[in-house]
């Protein structure tokens, strides 16, 4: 009977069967503040962040054994692209099995009817303090397993009911210092914060911890024994392999792909608001005076800078058009490759401004002058980490 026992027990470990986890260990995930953060945006490498790589960092998490909780704030702007990207995120939220998602003003400027739909679309609960008025279902308590969720505002005490152990707060961390101070039942305590905690600060039992902002990280918990043994920061970086997804993050690249579908059917860039301005002259007009600078411009990555755009199904998407054309805020600005073709890409007038006076009369029409502040429109600390003027410039210098 016992080598009937070892047999089976190497039969398993051979083919790669895992030991069921204990009844009592449970994984507790926080993520979120997404701000309509859909991707991860820039040109510069490693960015971090994106829907599919969330996706792909819970491949393999068993929702029997785990609590996933959003910070919300899941677009939070008024126009029409931003109630596109919260329900694409939305609909990934299903994919993730988020449980509970915190409600604040920000998820409401839609409406409450709005916010509504957008949990029955991710299968989830709005858990909140926020007032809604009738019509919308919220939570202000919720429970899983072993685990007891509140939610704090920070303008008012948080009652704490017997059996809560994790609460989630908009305030940051010293109001989640207060929290574990006043309430040492606590285990966990989230708060906002444009940082990662990636190692938790503890208050005697309780863990506080902050996910970030914008979608780019998440913290992992892990429960056993009646406590947290660990809670790790997780940074959404390239490590995240999305050339080989797995099936829940195939489906939210799927998701992308529809919304982007959705910016460029709905024609959300012809719907742009756009200024009066100087005419624009295009490159080309530019070349045959400045031959040197037109040599260095072909060879940089501006020359192509829209089709960076385009191979990743962004062409039209109108929140990323403005760093990759000329003009898109003017109305004698780019439209499109063939209404305007001179027009894509970056560049001579996407840093000097409108030359077409200058074209005409290049002796007294003067371009305006660039520097660091030029090119800190498009290459800041969110699109390019990693920007460095001084060694960016020598490779288009002119």
Known sequence: ???????????????????????????????????????????????????????????????????????????????????????????????????????SEEDLRSGPGFAGNLAALGKFRWIGRVFTGPGMEILTDMAKGPFGVTVDDPSQPVAVQPGTNIVLTTGGQDRARKLATEHPSLRLVAYRSSSLTTKPVKVGQTLLVSCGERGKALVRAEWSGGSFKSATGIELGPGFDVSRPSPAAQEVAGVFRRYLKRVEGEKLVEALPRTDSA???????????????????????????????????????????????????????????????????????????????????????????????????CHNLEHSPGFDFAKAWPKIAH
Do not use: N
């Not at 909780?69 to 990207?85: A, F, N, P, V």
């Not at 998407?317 to 063939?338: I, M």
């Open 1 to 103: 009977m016992k080598l009937l026992l070892w047999l089976v027990a190497a039969l398993a470990v051979g083919c790669g069967v895992a030991a069921p986890r204990p009844a009592d260990t449970w994984t507790v995930v926080i993520m979120g503040d997404t701000q309509g953060y859909l991707s991860p945006c820039g040109c510069t490498s490693p960015m971090t962040g994106g829907i599919v790589r969330r996706a792909q960092a819970l491949d393999g998490l068993d929702p029997a054994r785990s609590l996933v909780l959003d910070m919300g704030r899941l677009s939070g702007g008024l126009t029409r692209q931003d109630q596109l990207k919260a329900e694409a995120l939305a609909e990934s939220m299903a994919y993730y099995r988020v449980d509970a998602a915190l409600l």
């Open 279 to 377: 005419s624009y002259a295009g490159s080309a007009a530019c070349a045959p005076c400045h031959a040197a600078a037109d040599a260095a411009w072909r060879k940089s990555g501006h020359a192509h800078a829209l089709k960076t755009l385009e191979d990743k199904g962004q062409g039209r998407d109108p929140e990323c058009l403005p760093c990759h054309v000329v003009g898109l805020d003017s109305k004698v600005g780019f439209r499109d490759r063939v209404t305007t073709p001179g027009l894509a890409d970056v560049g001579c007038e996407s840093c000097h401004g409108p030359l077409q006076k200058h074209a005409t009369a290049p002796a007294t029409e003067k371009p305006a002058r660039v520097g660091p502040d030029t090119c800190a429109k």
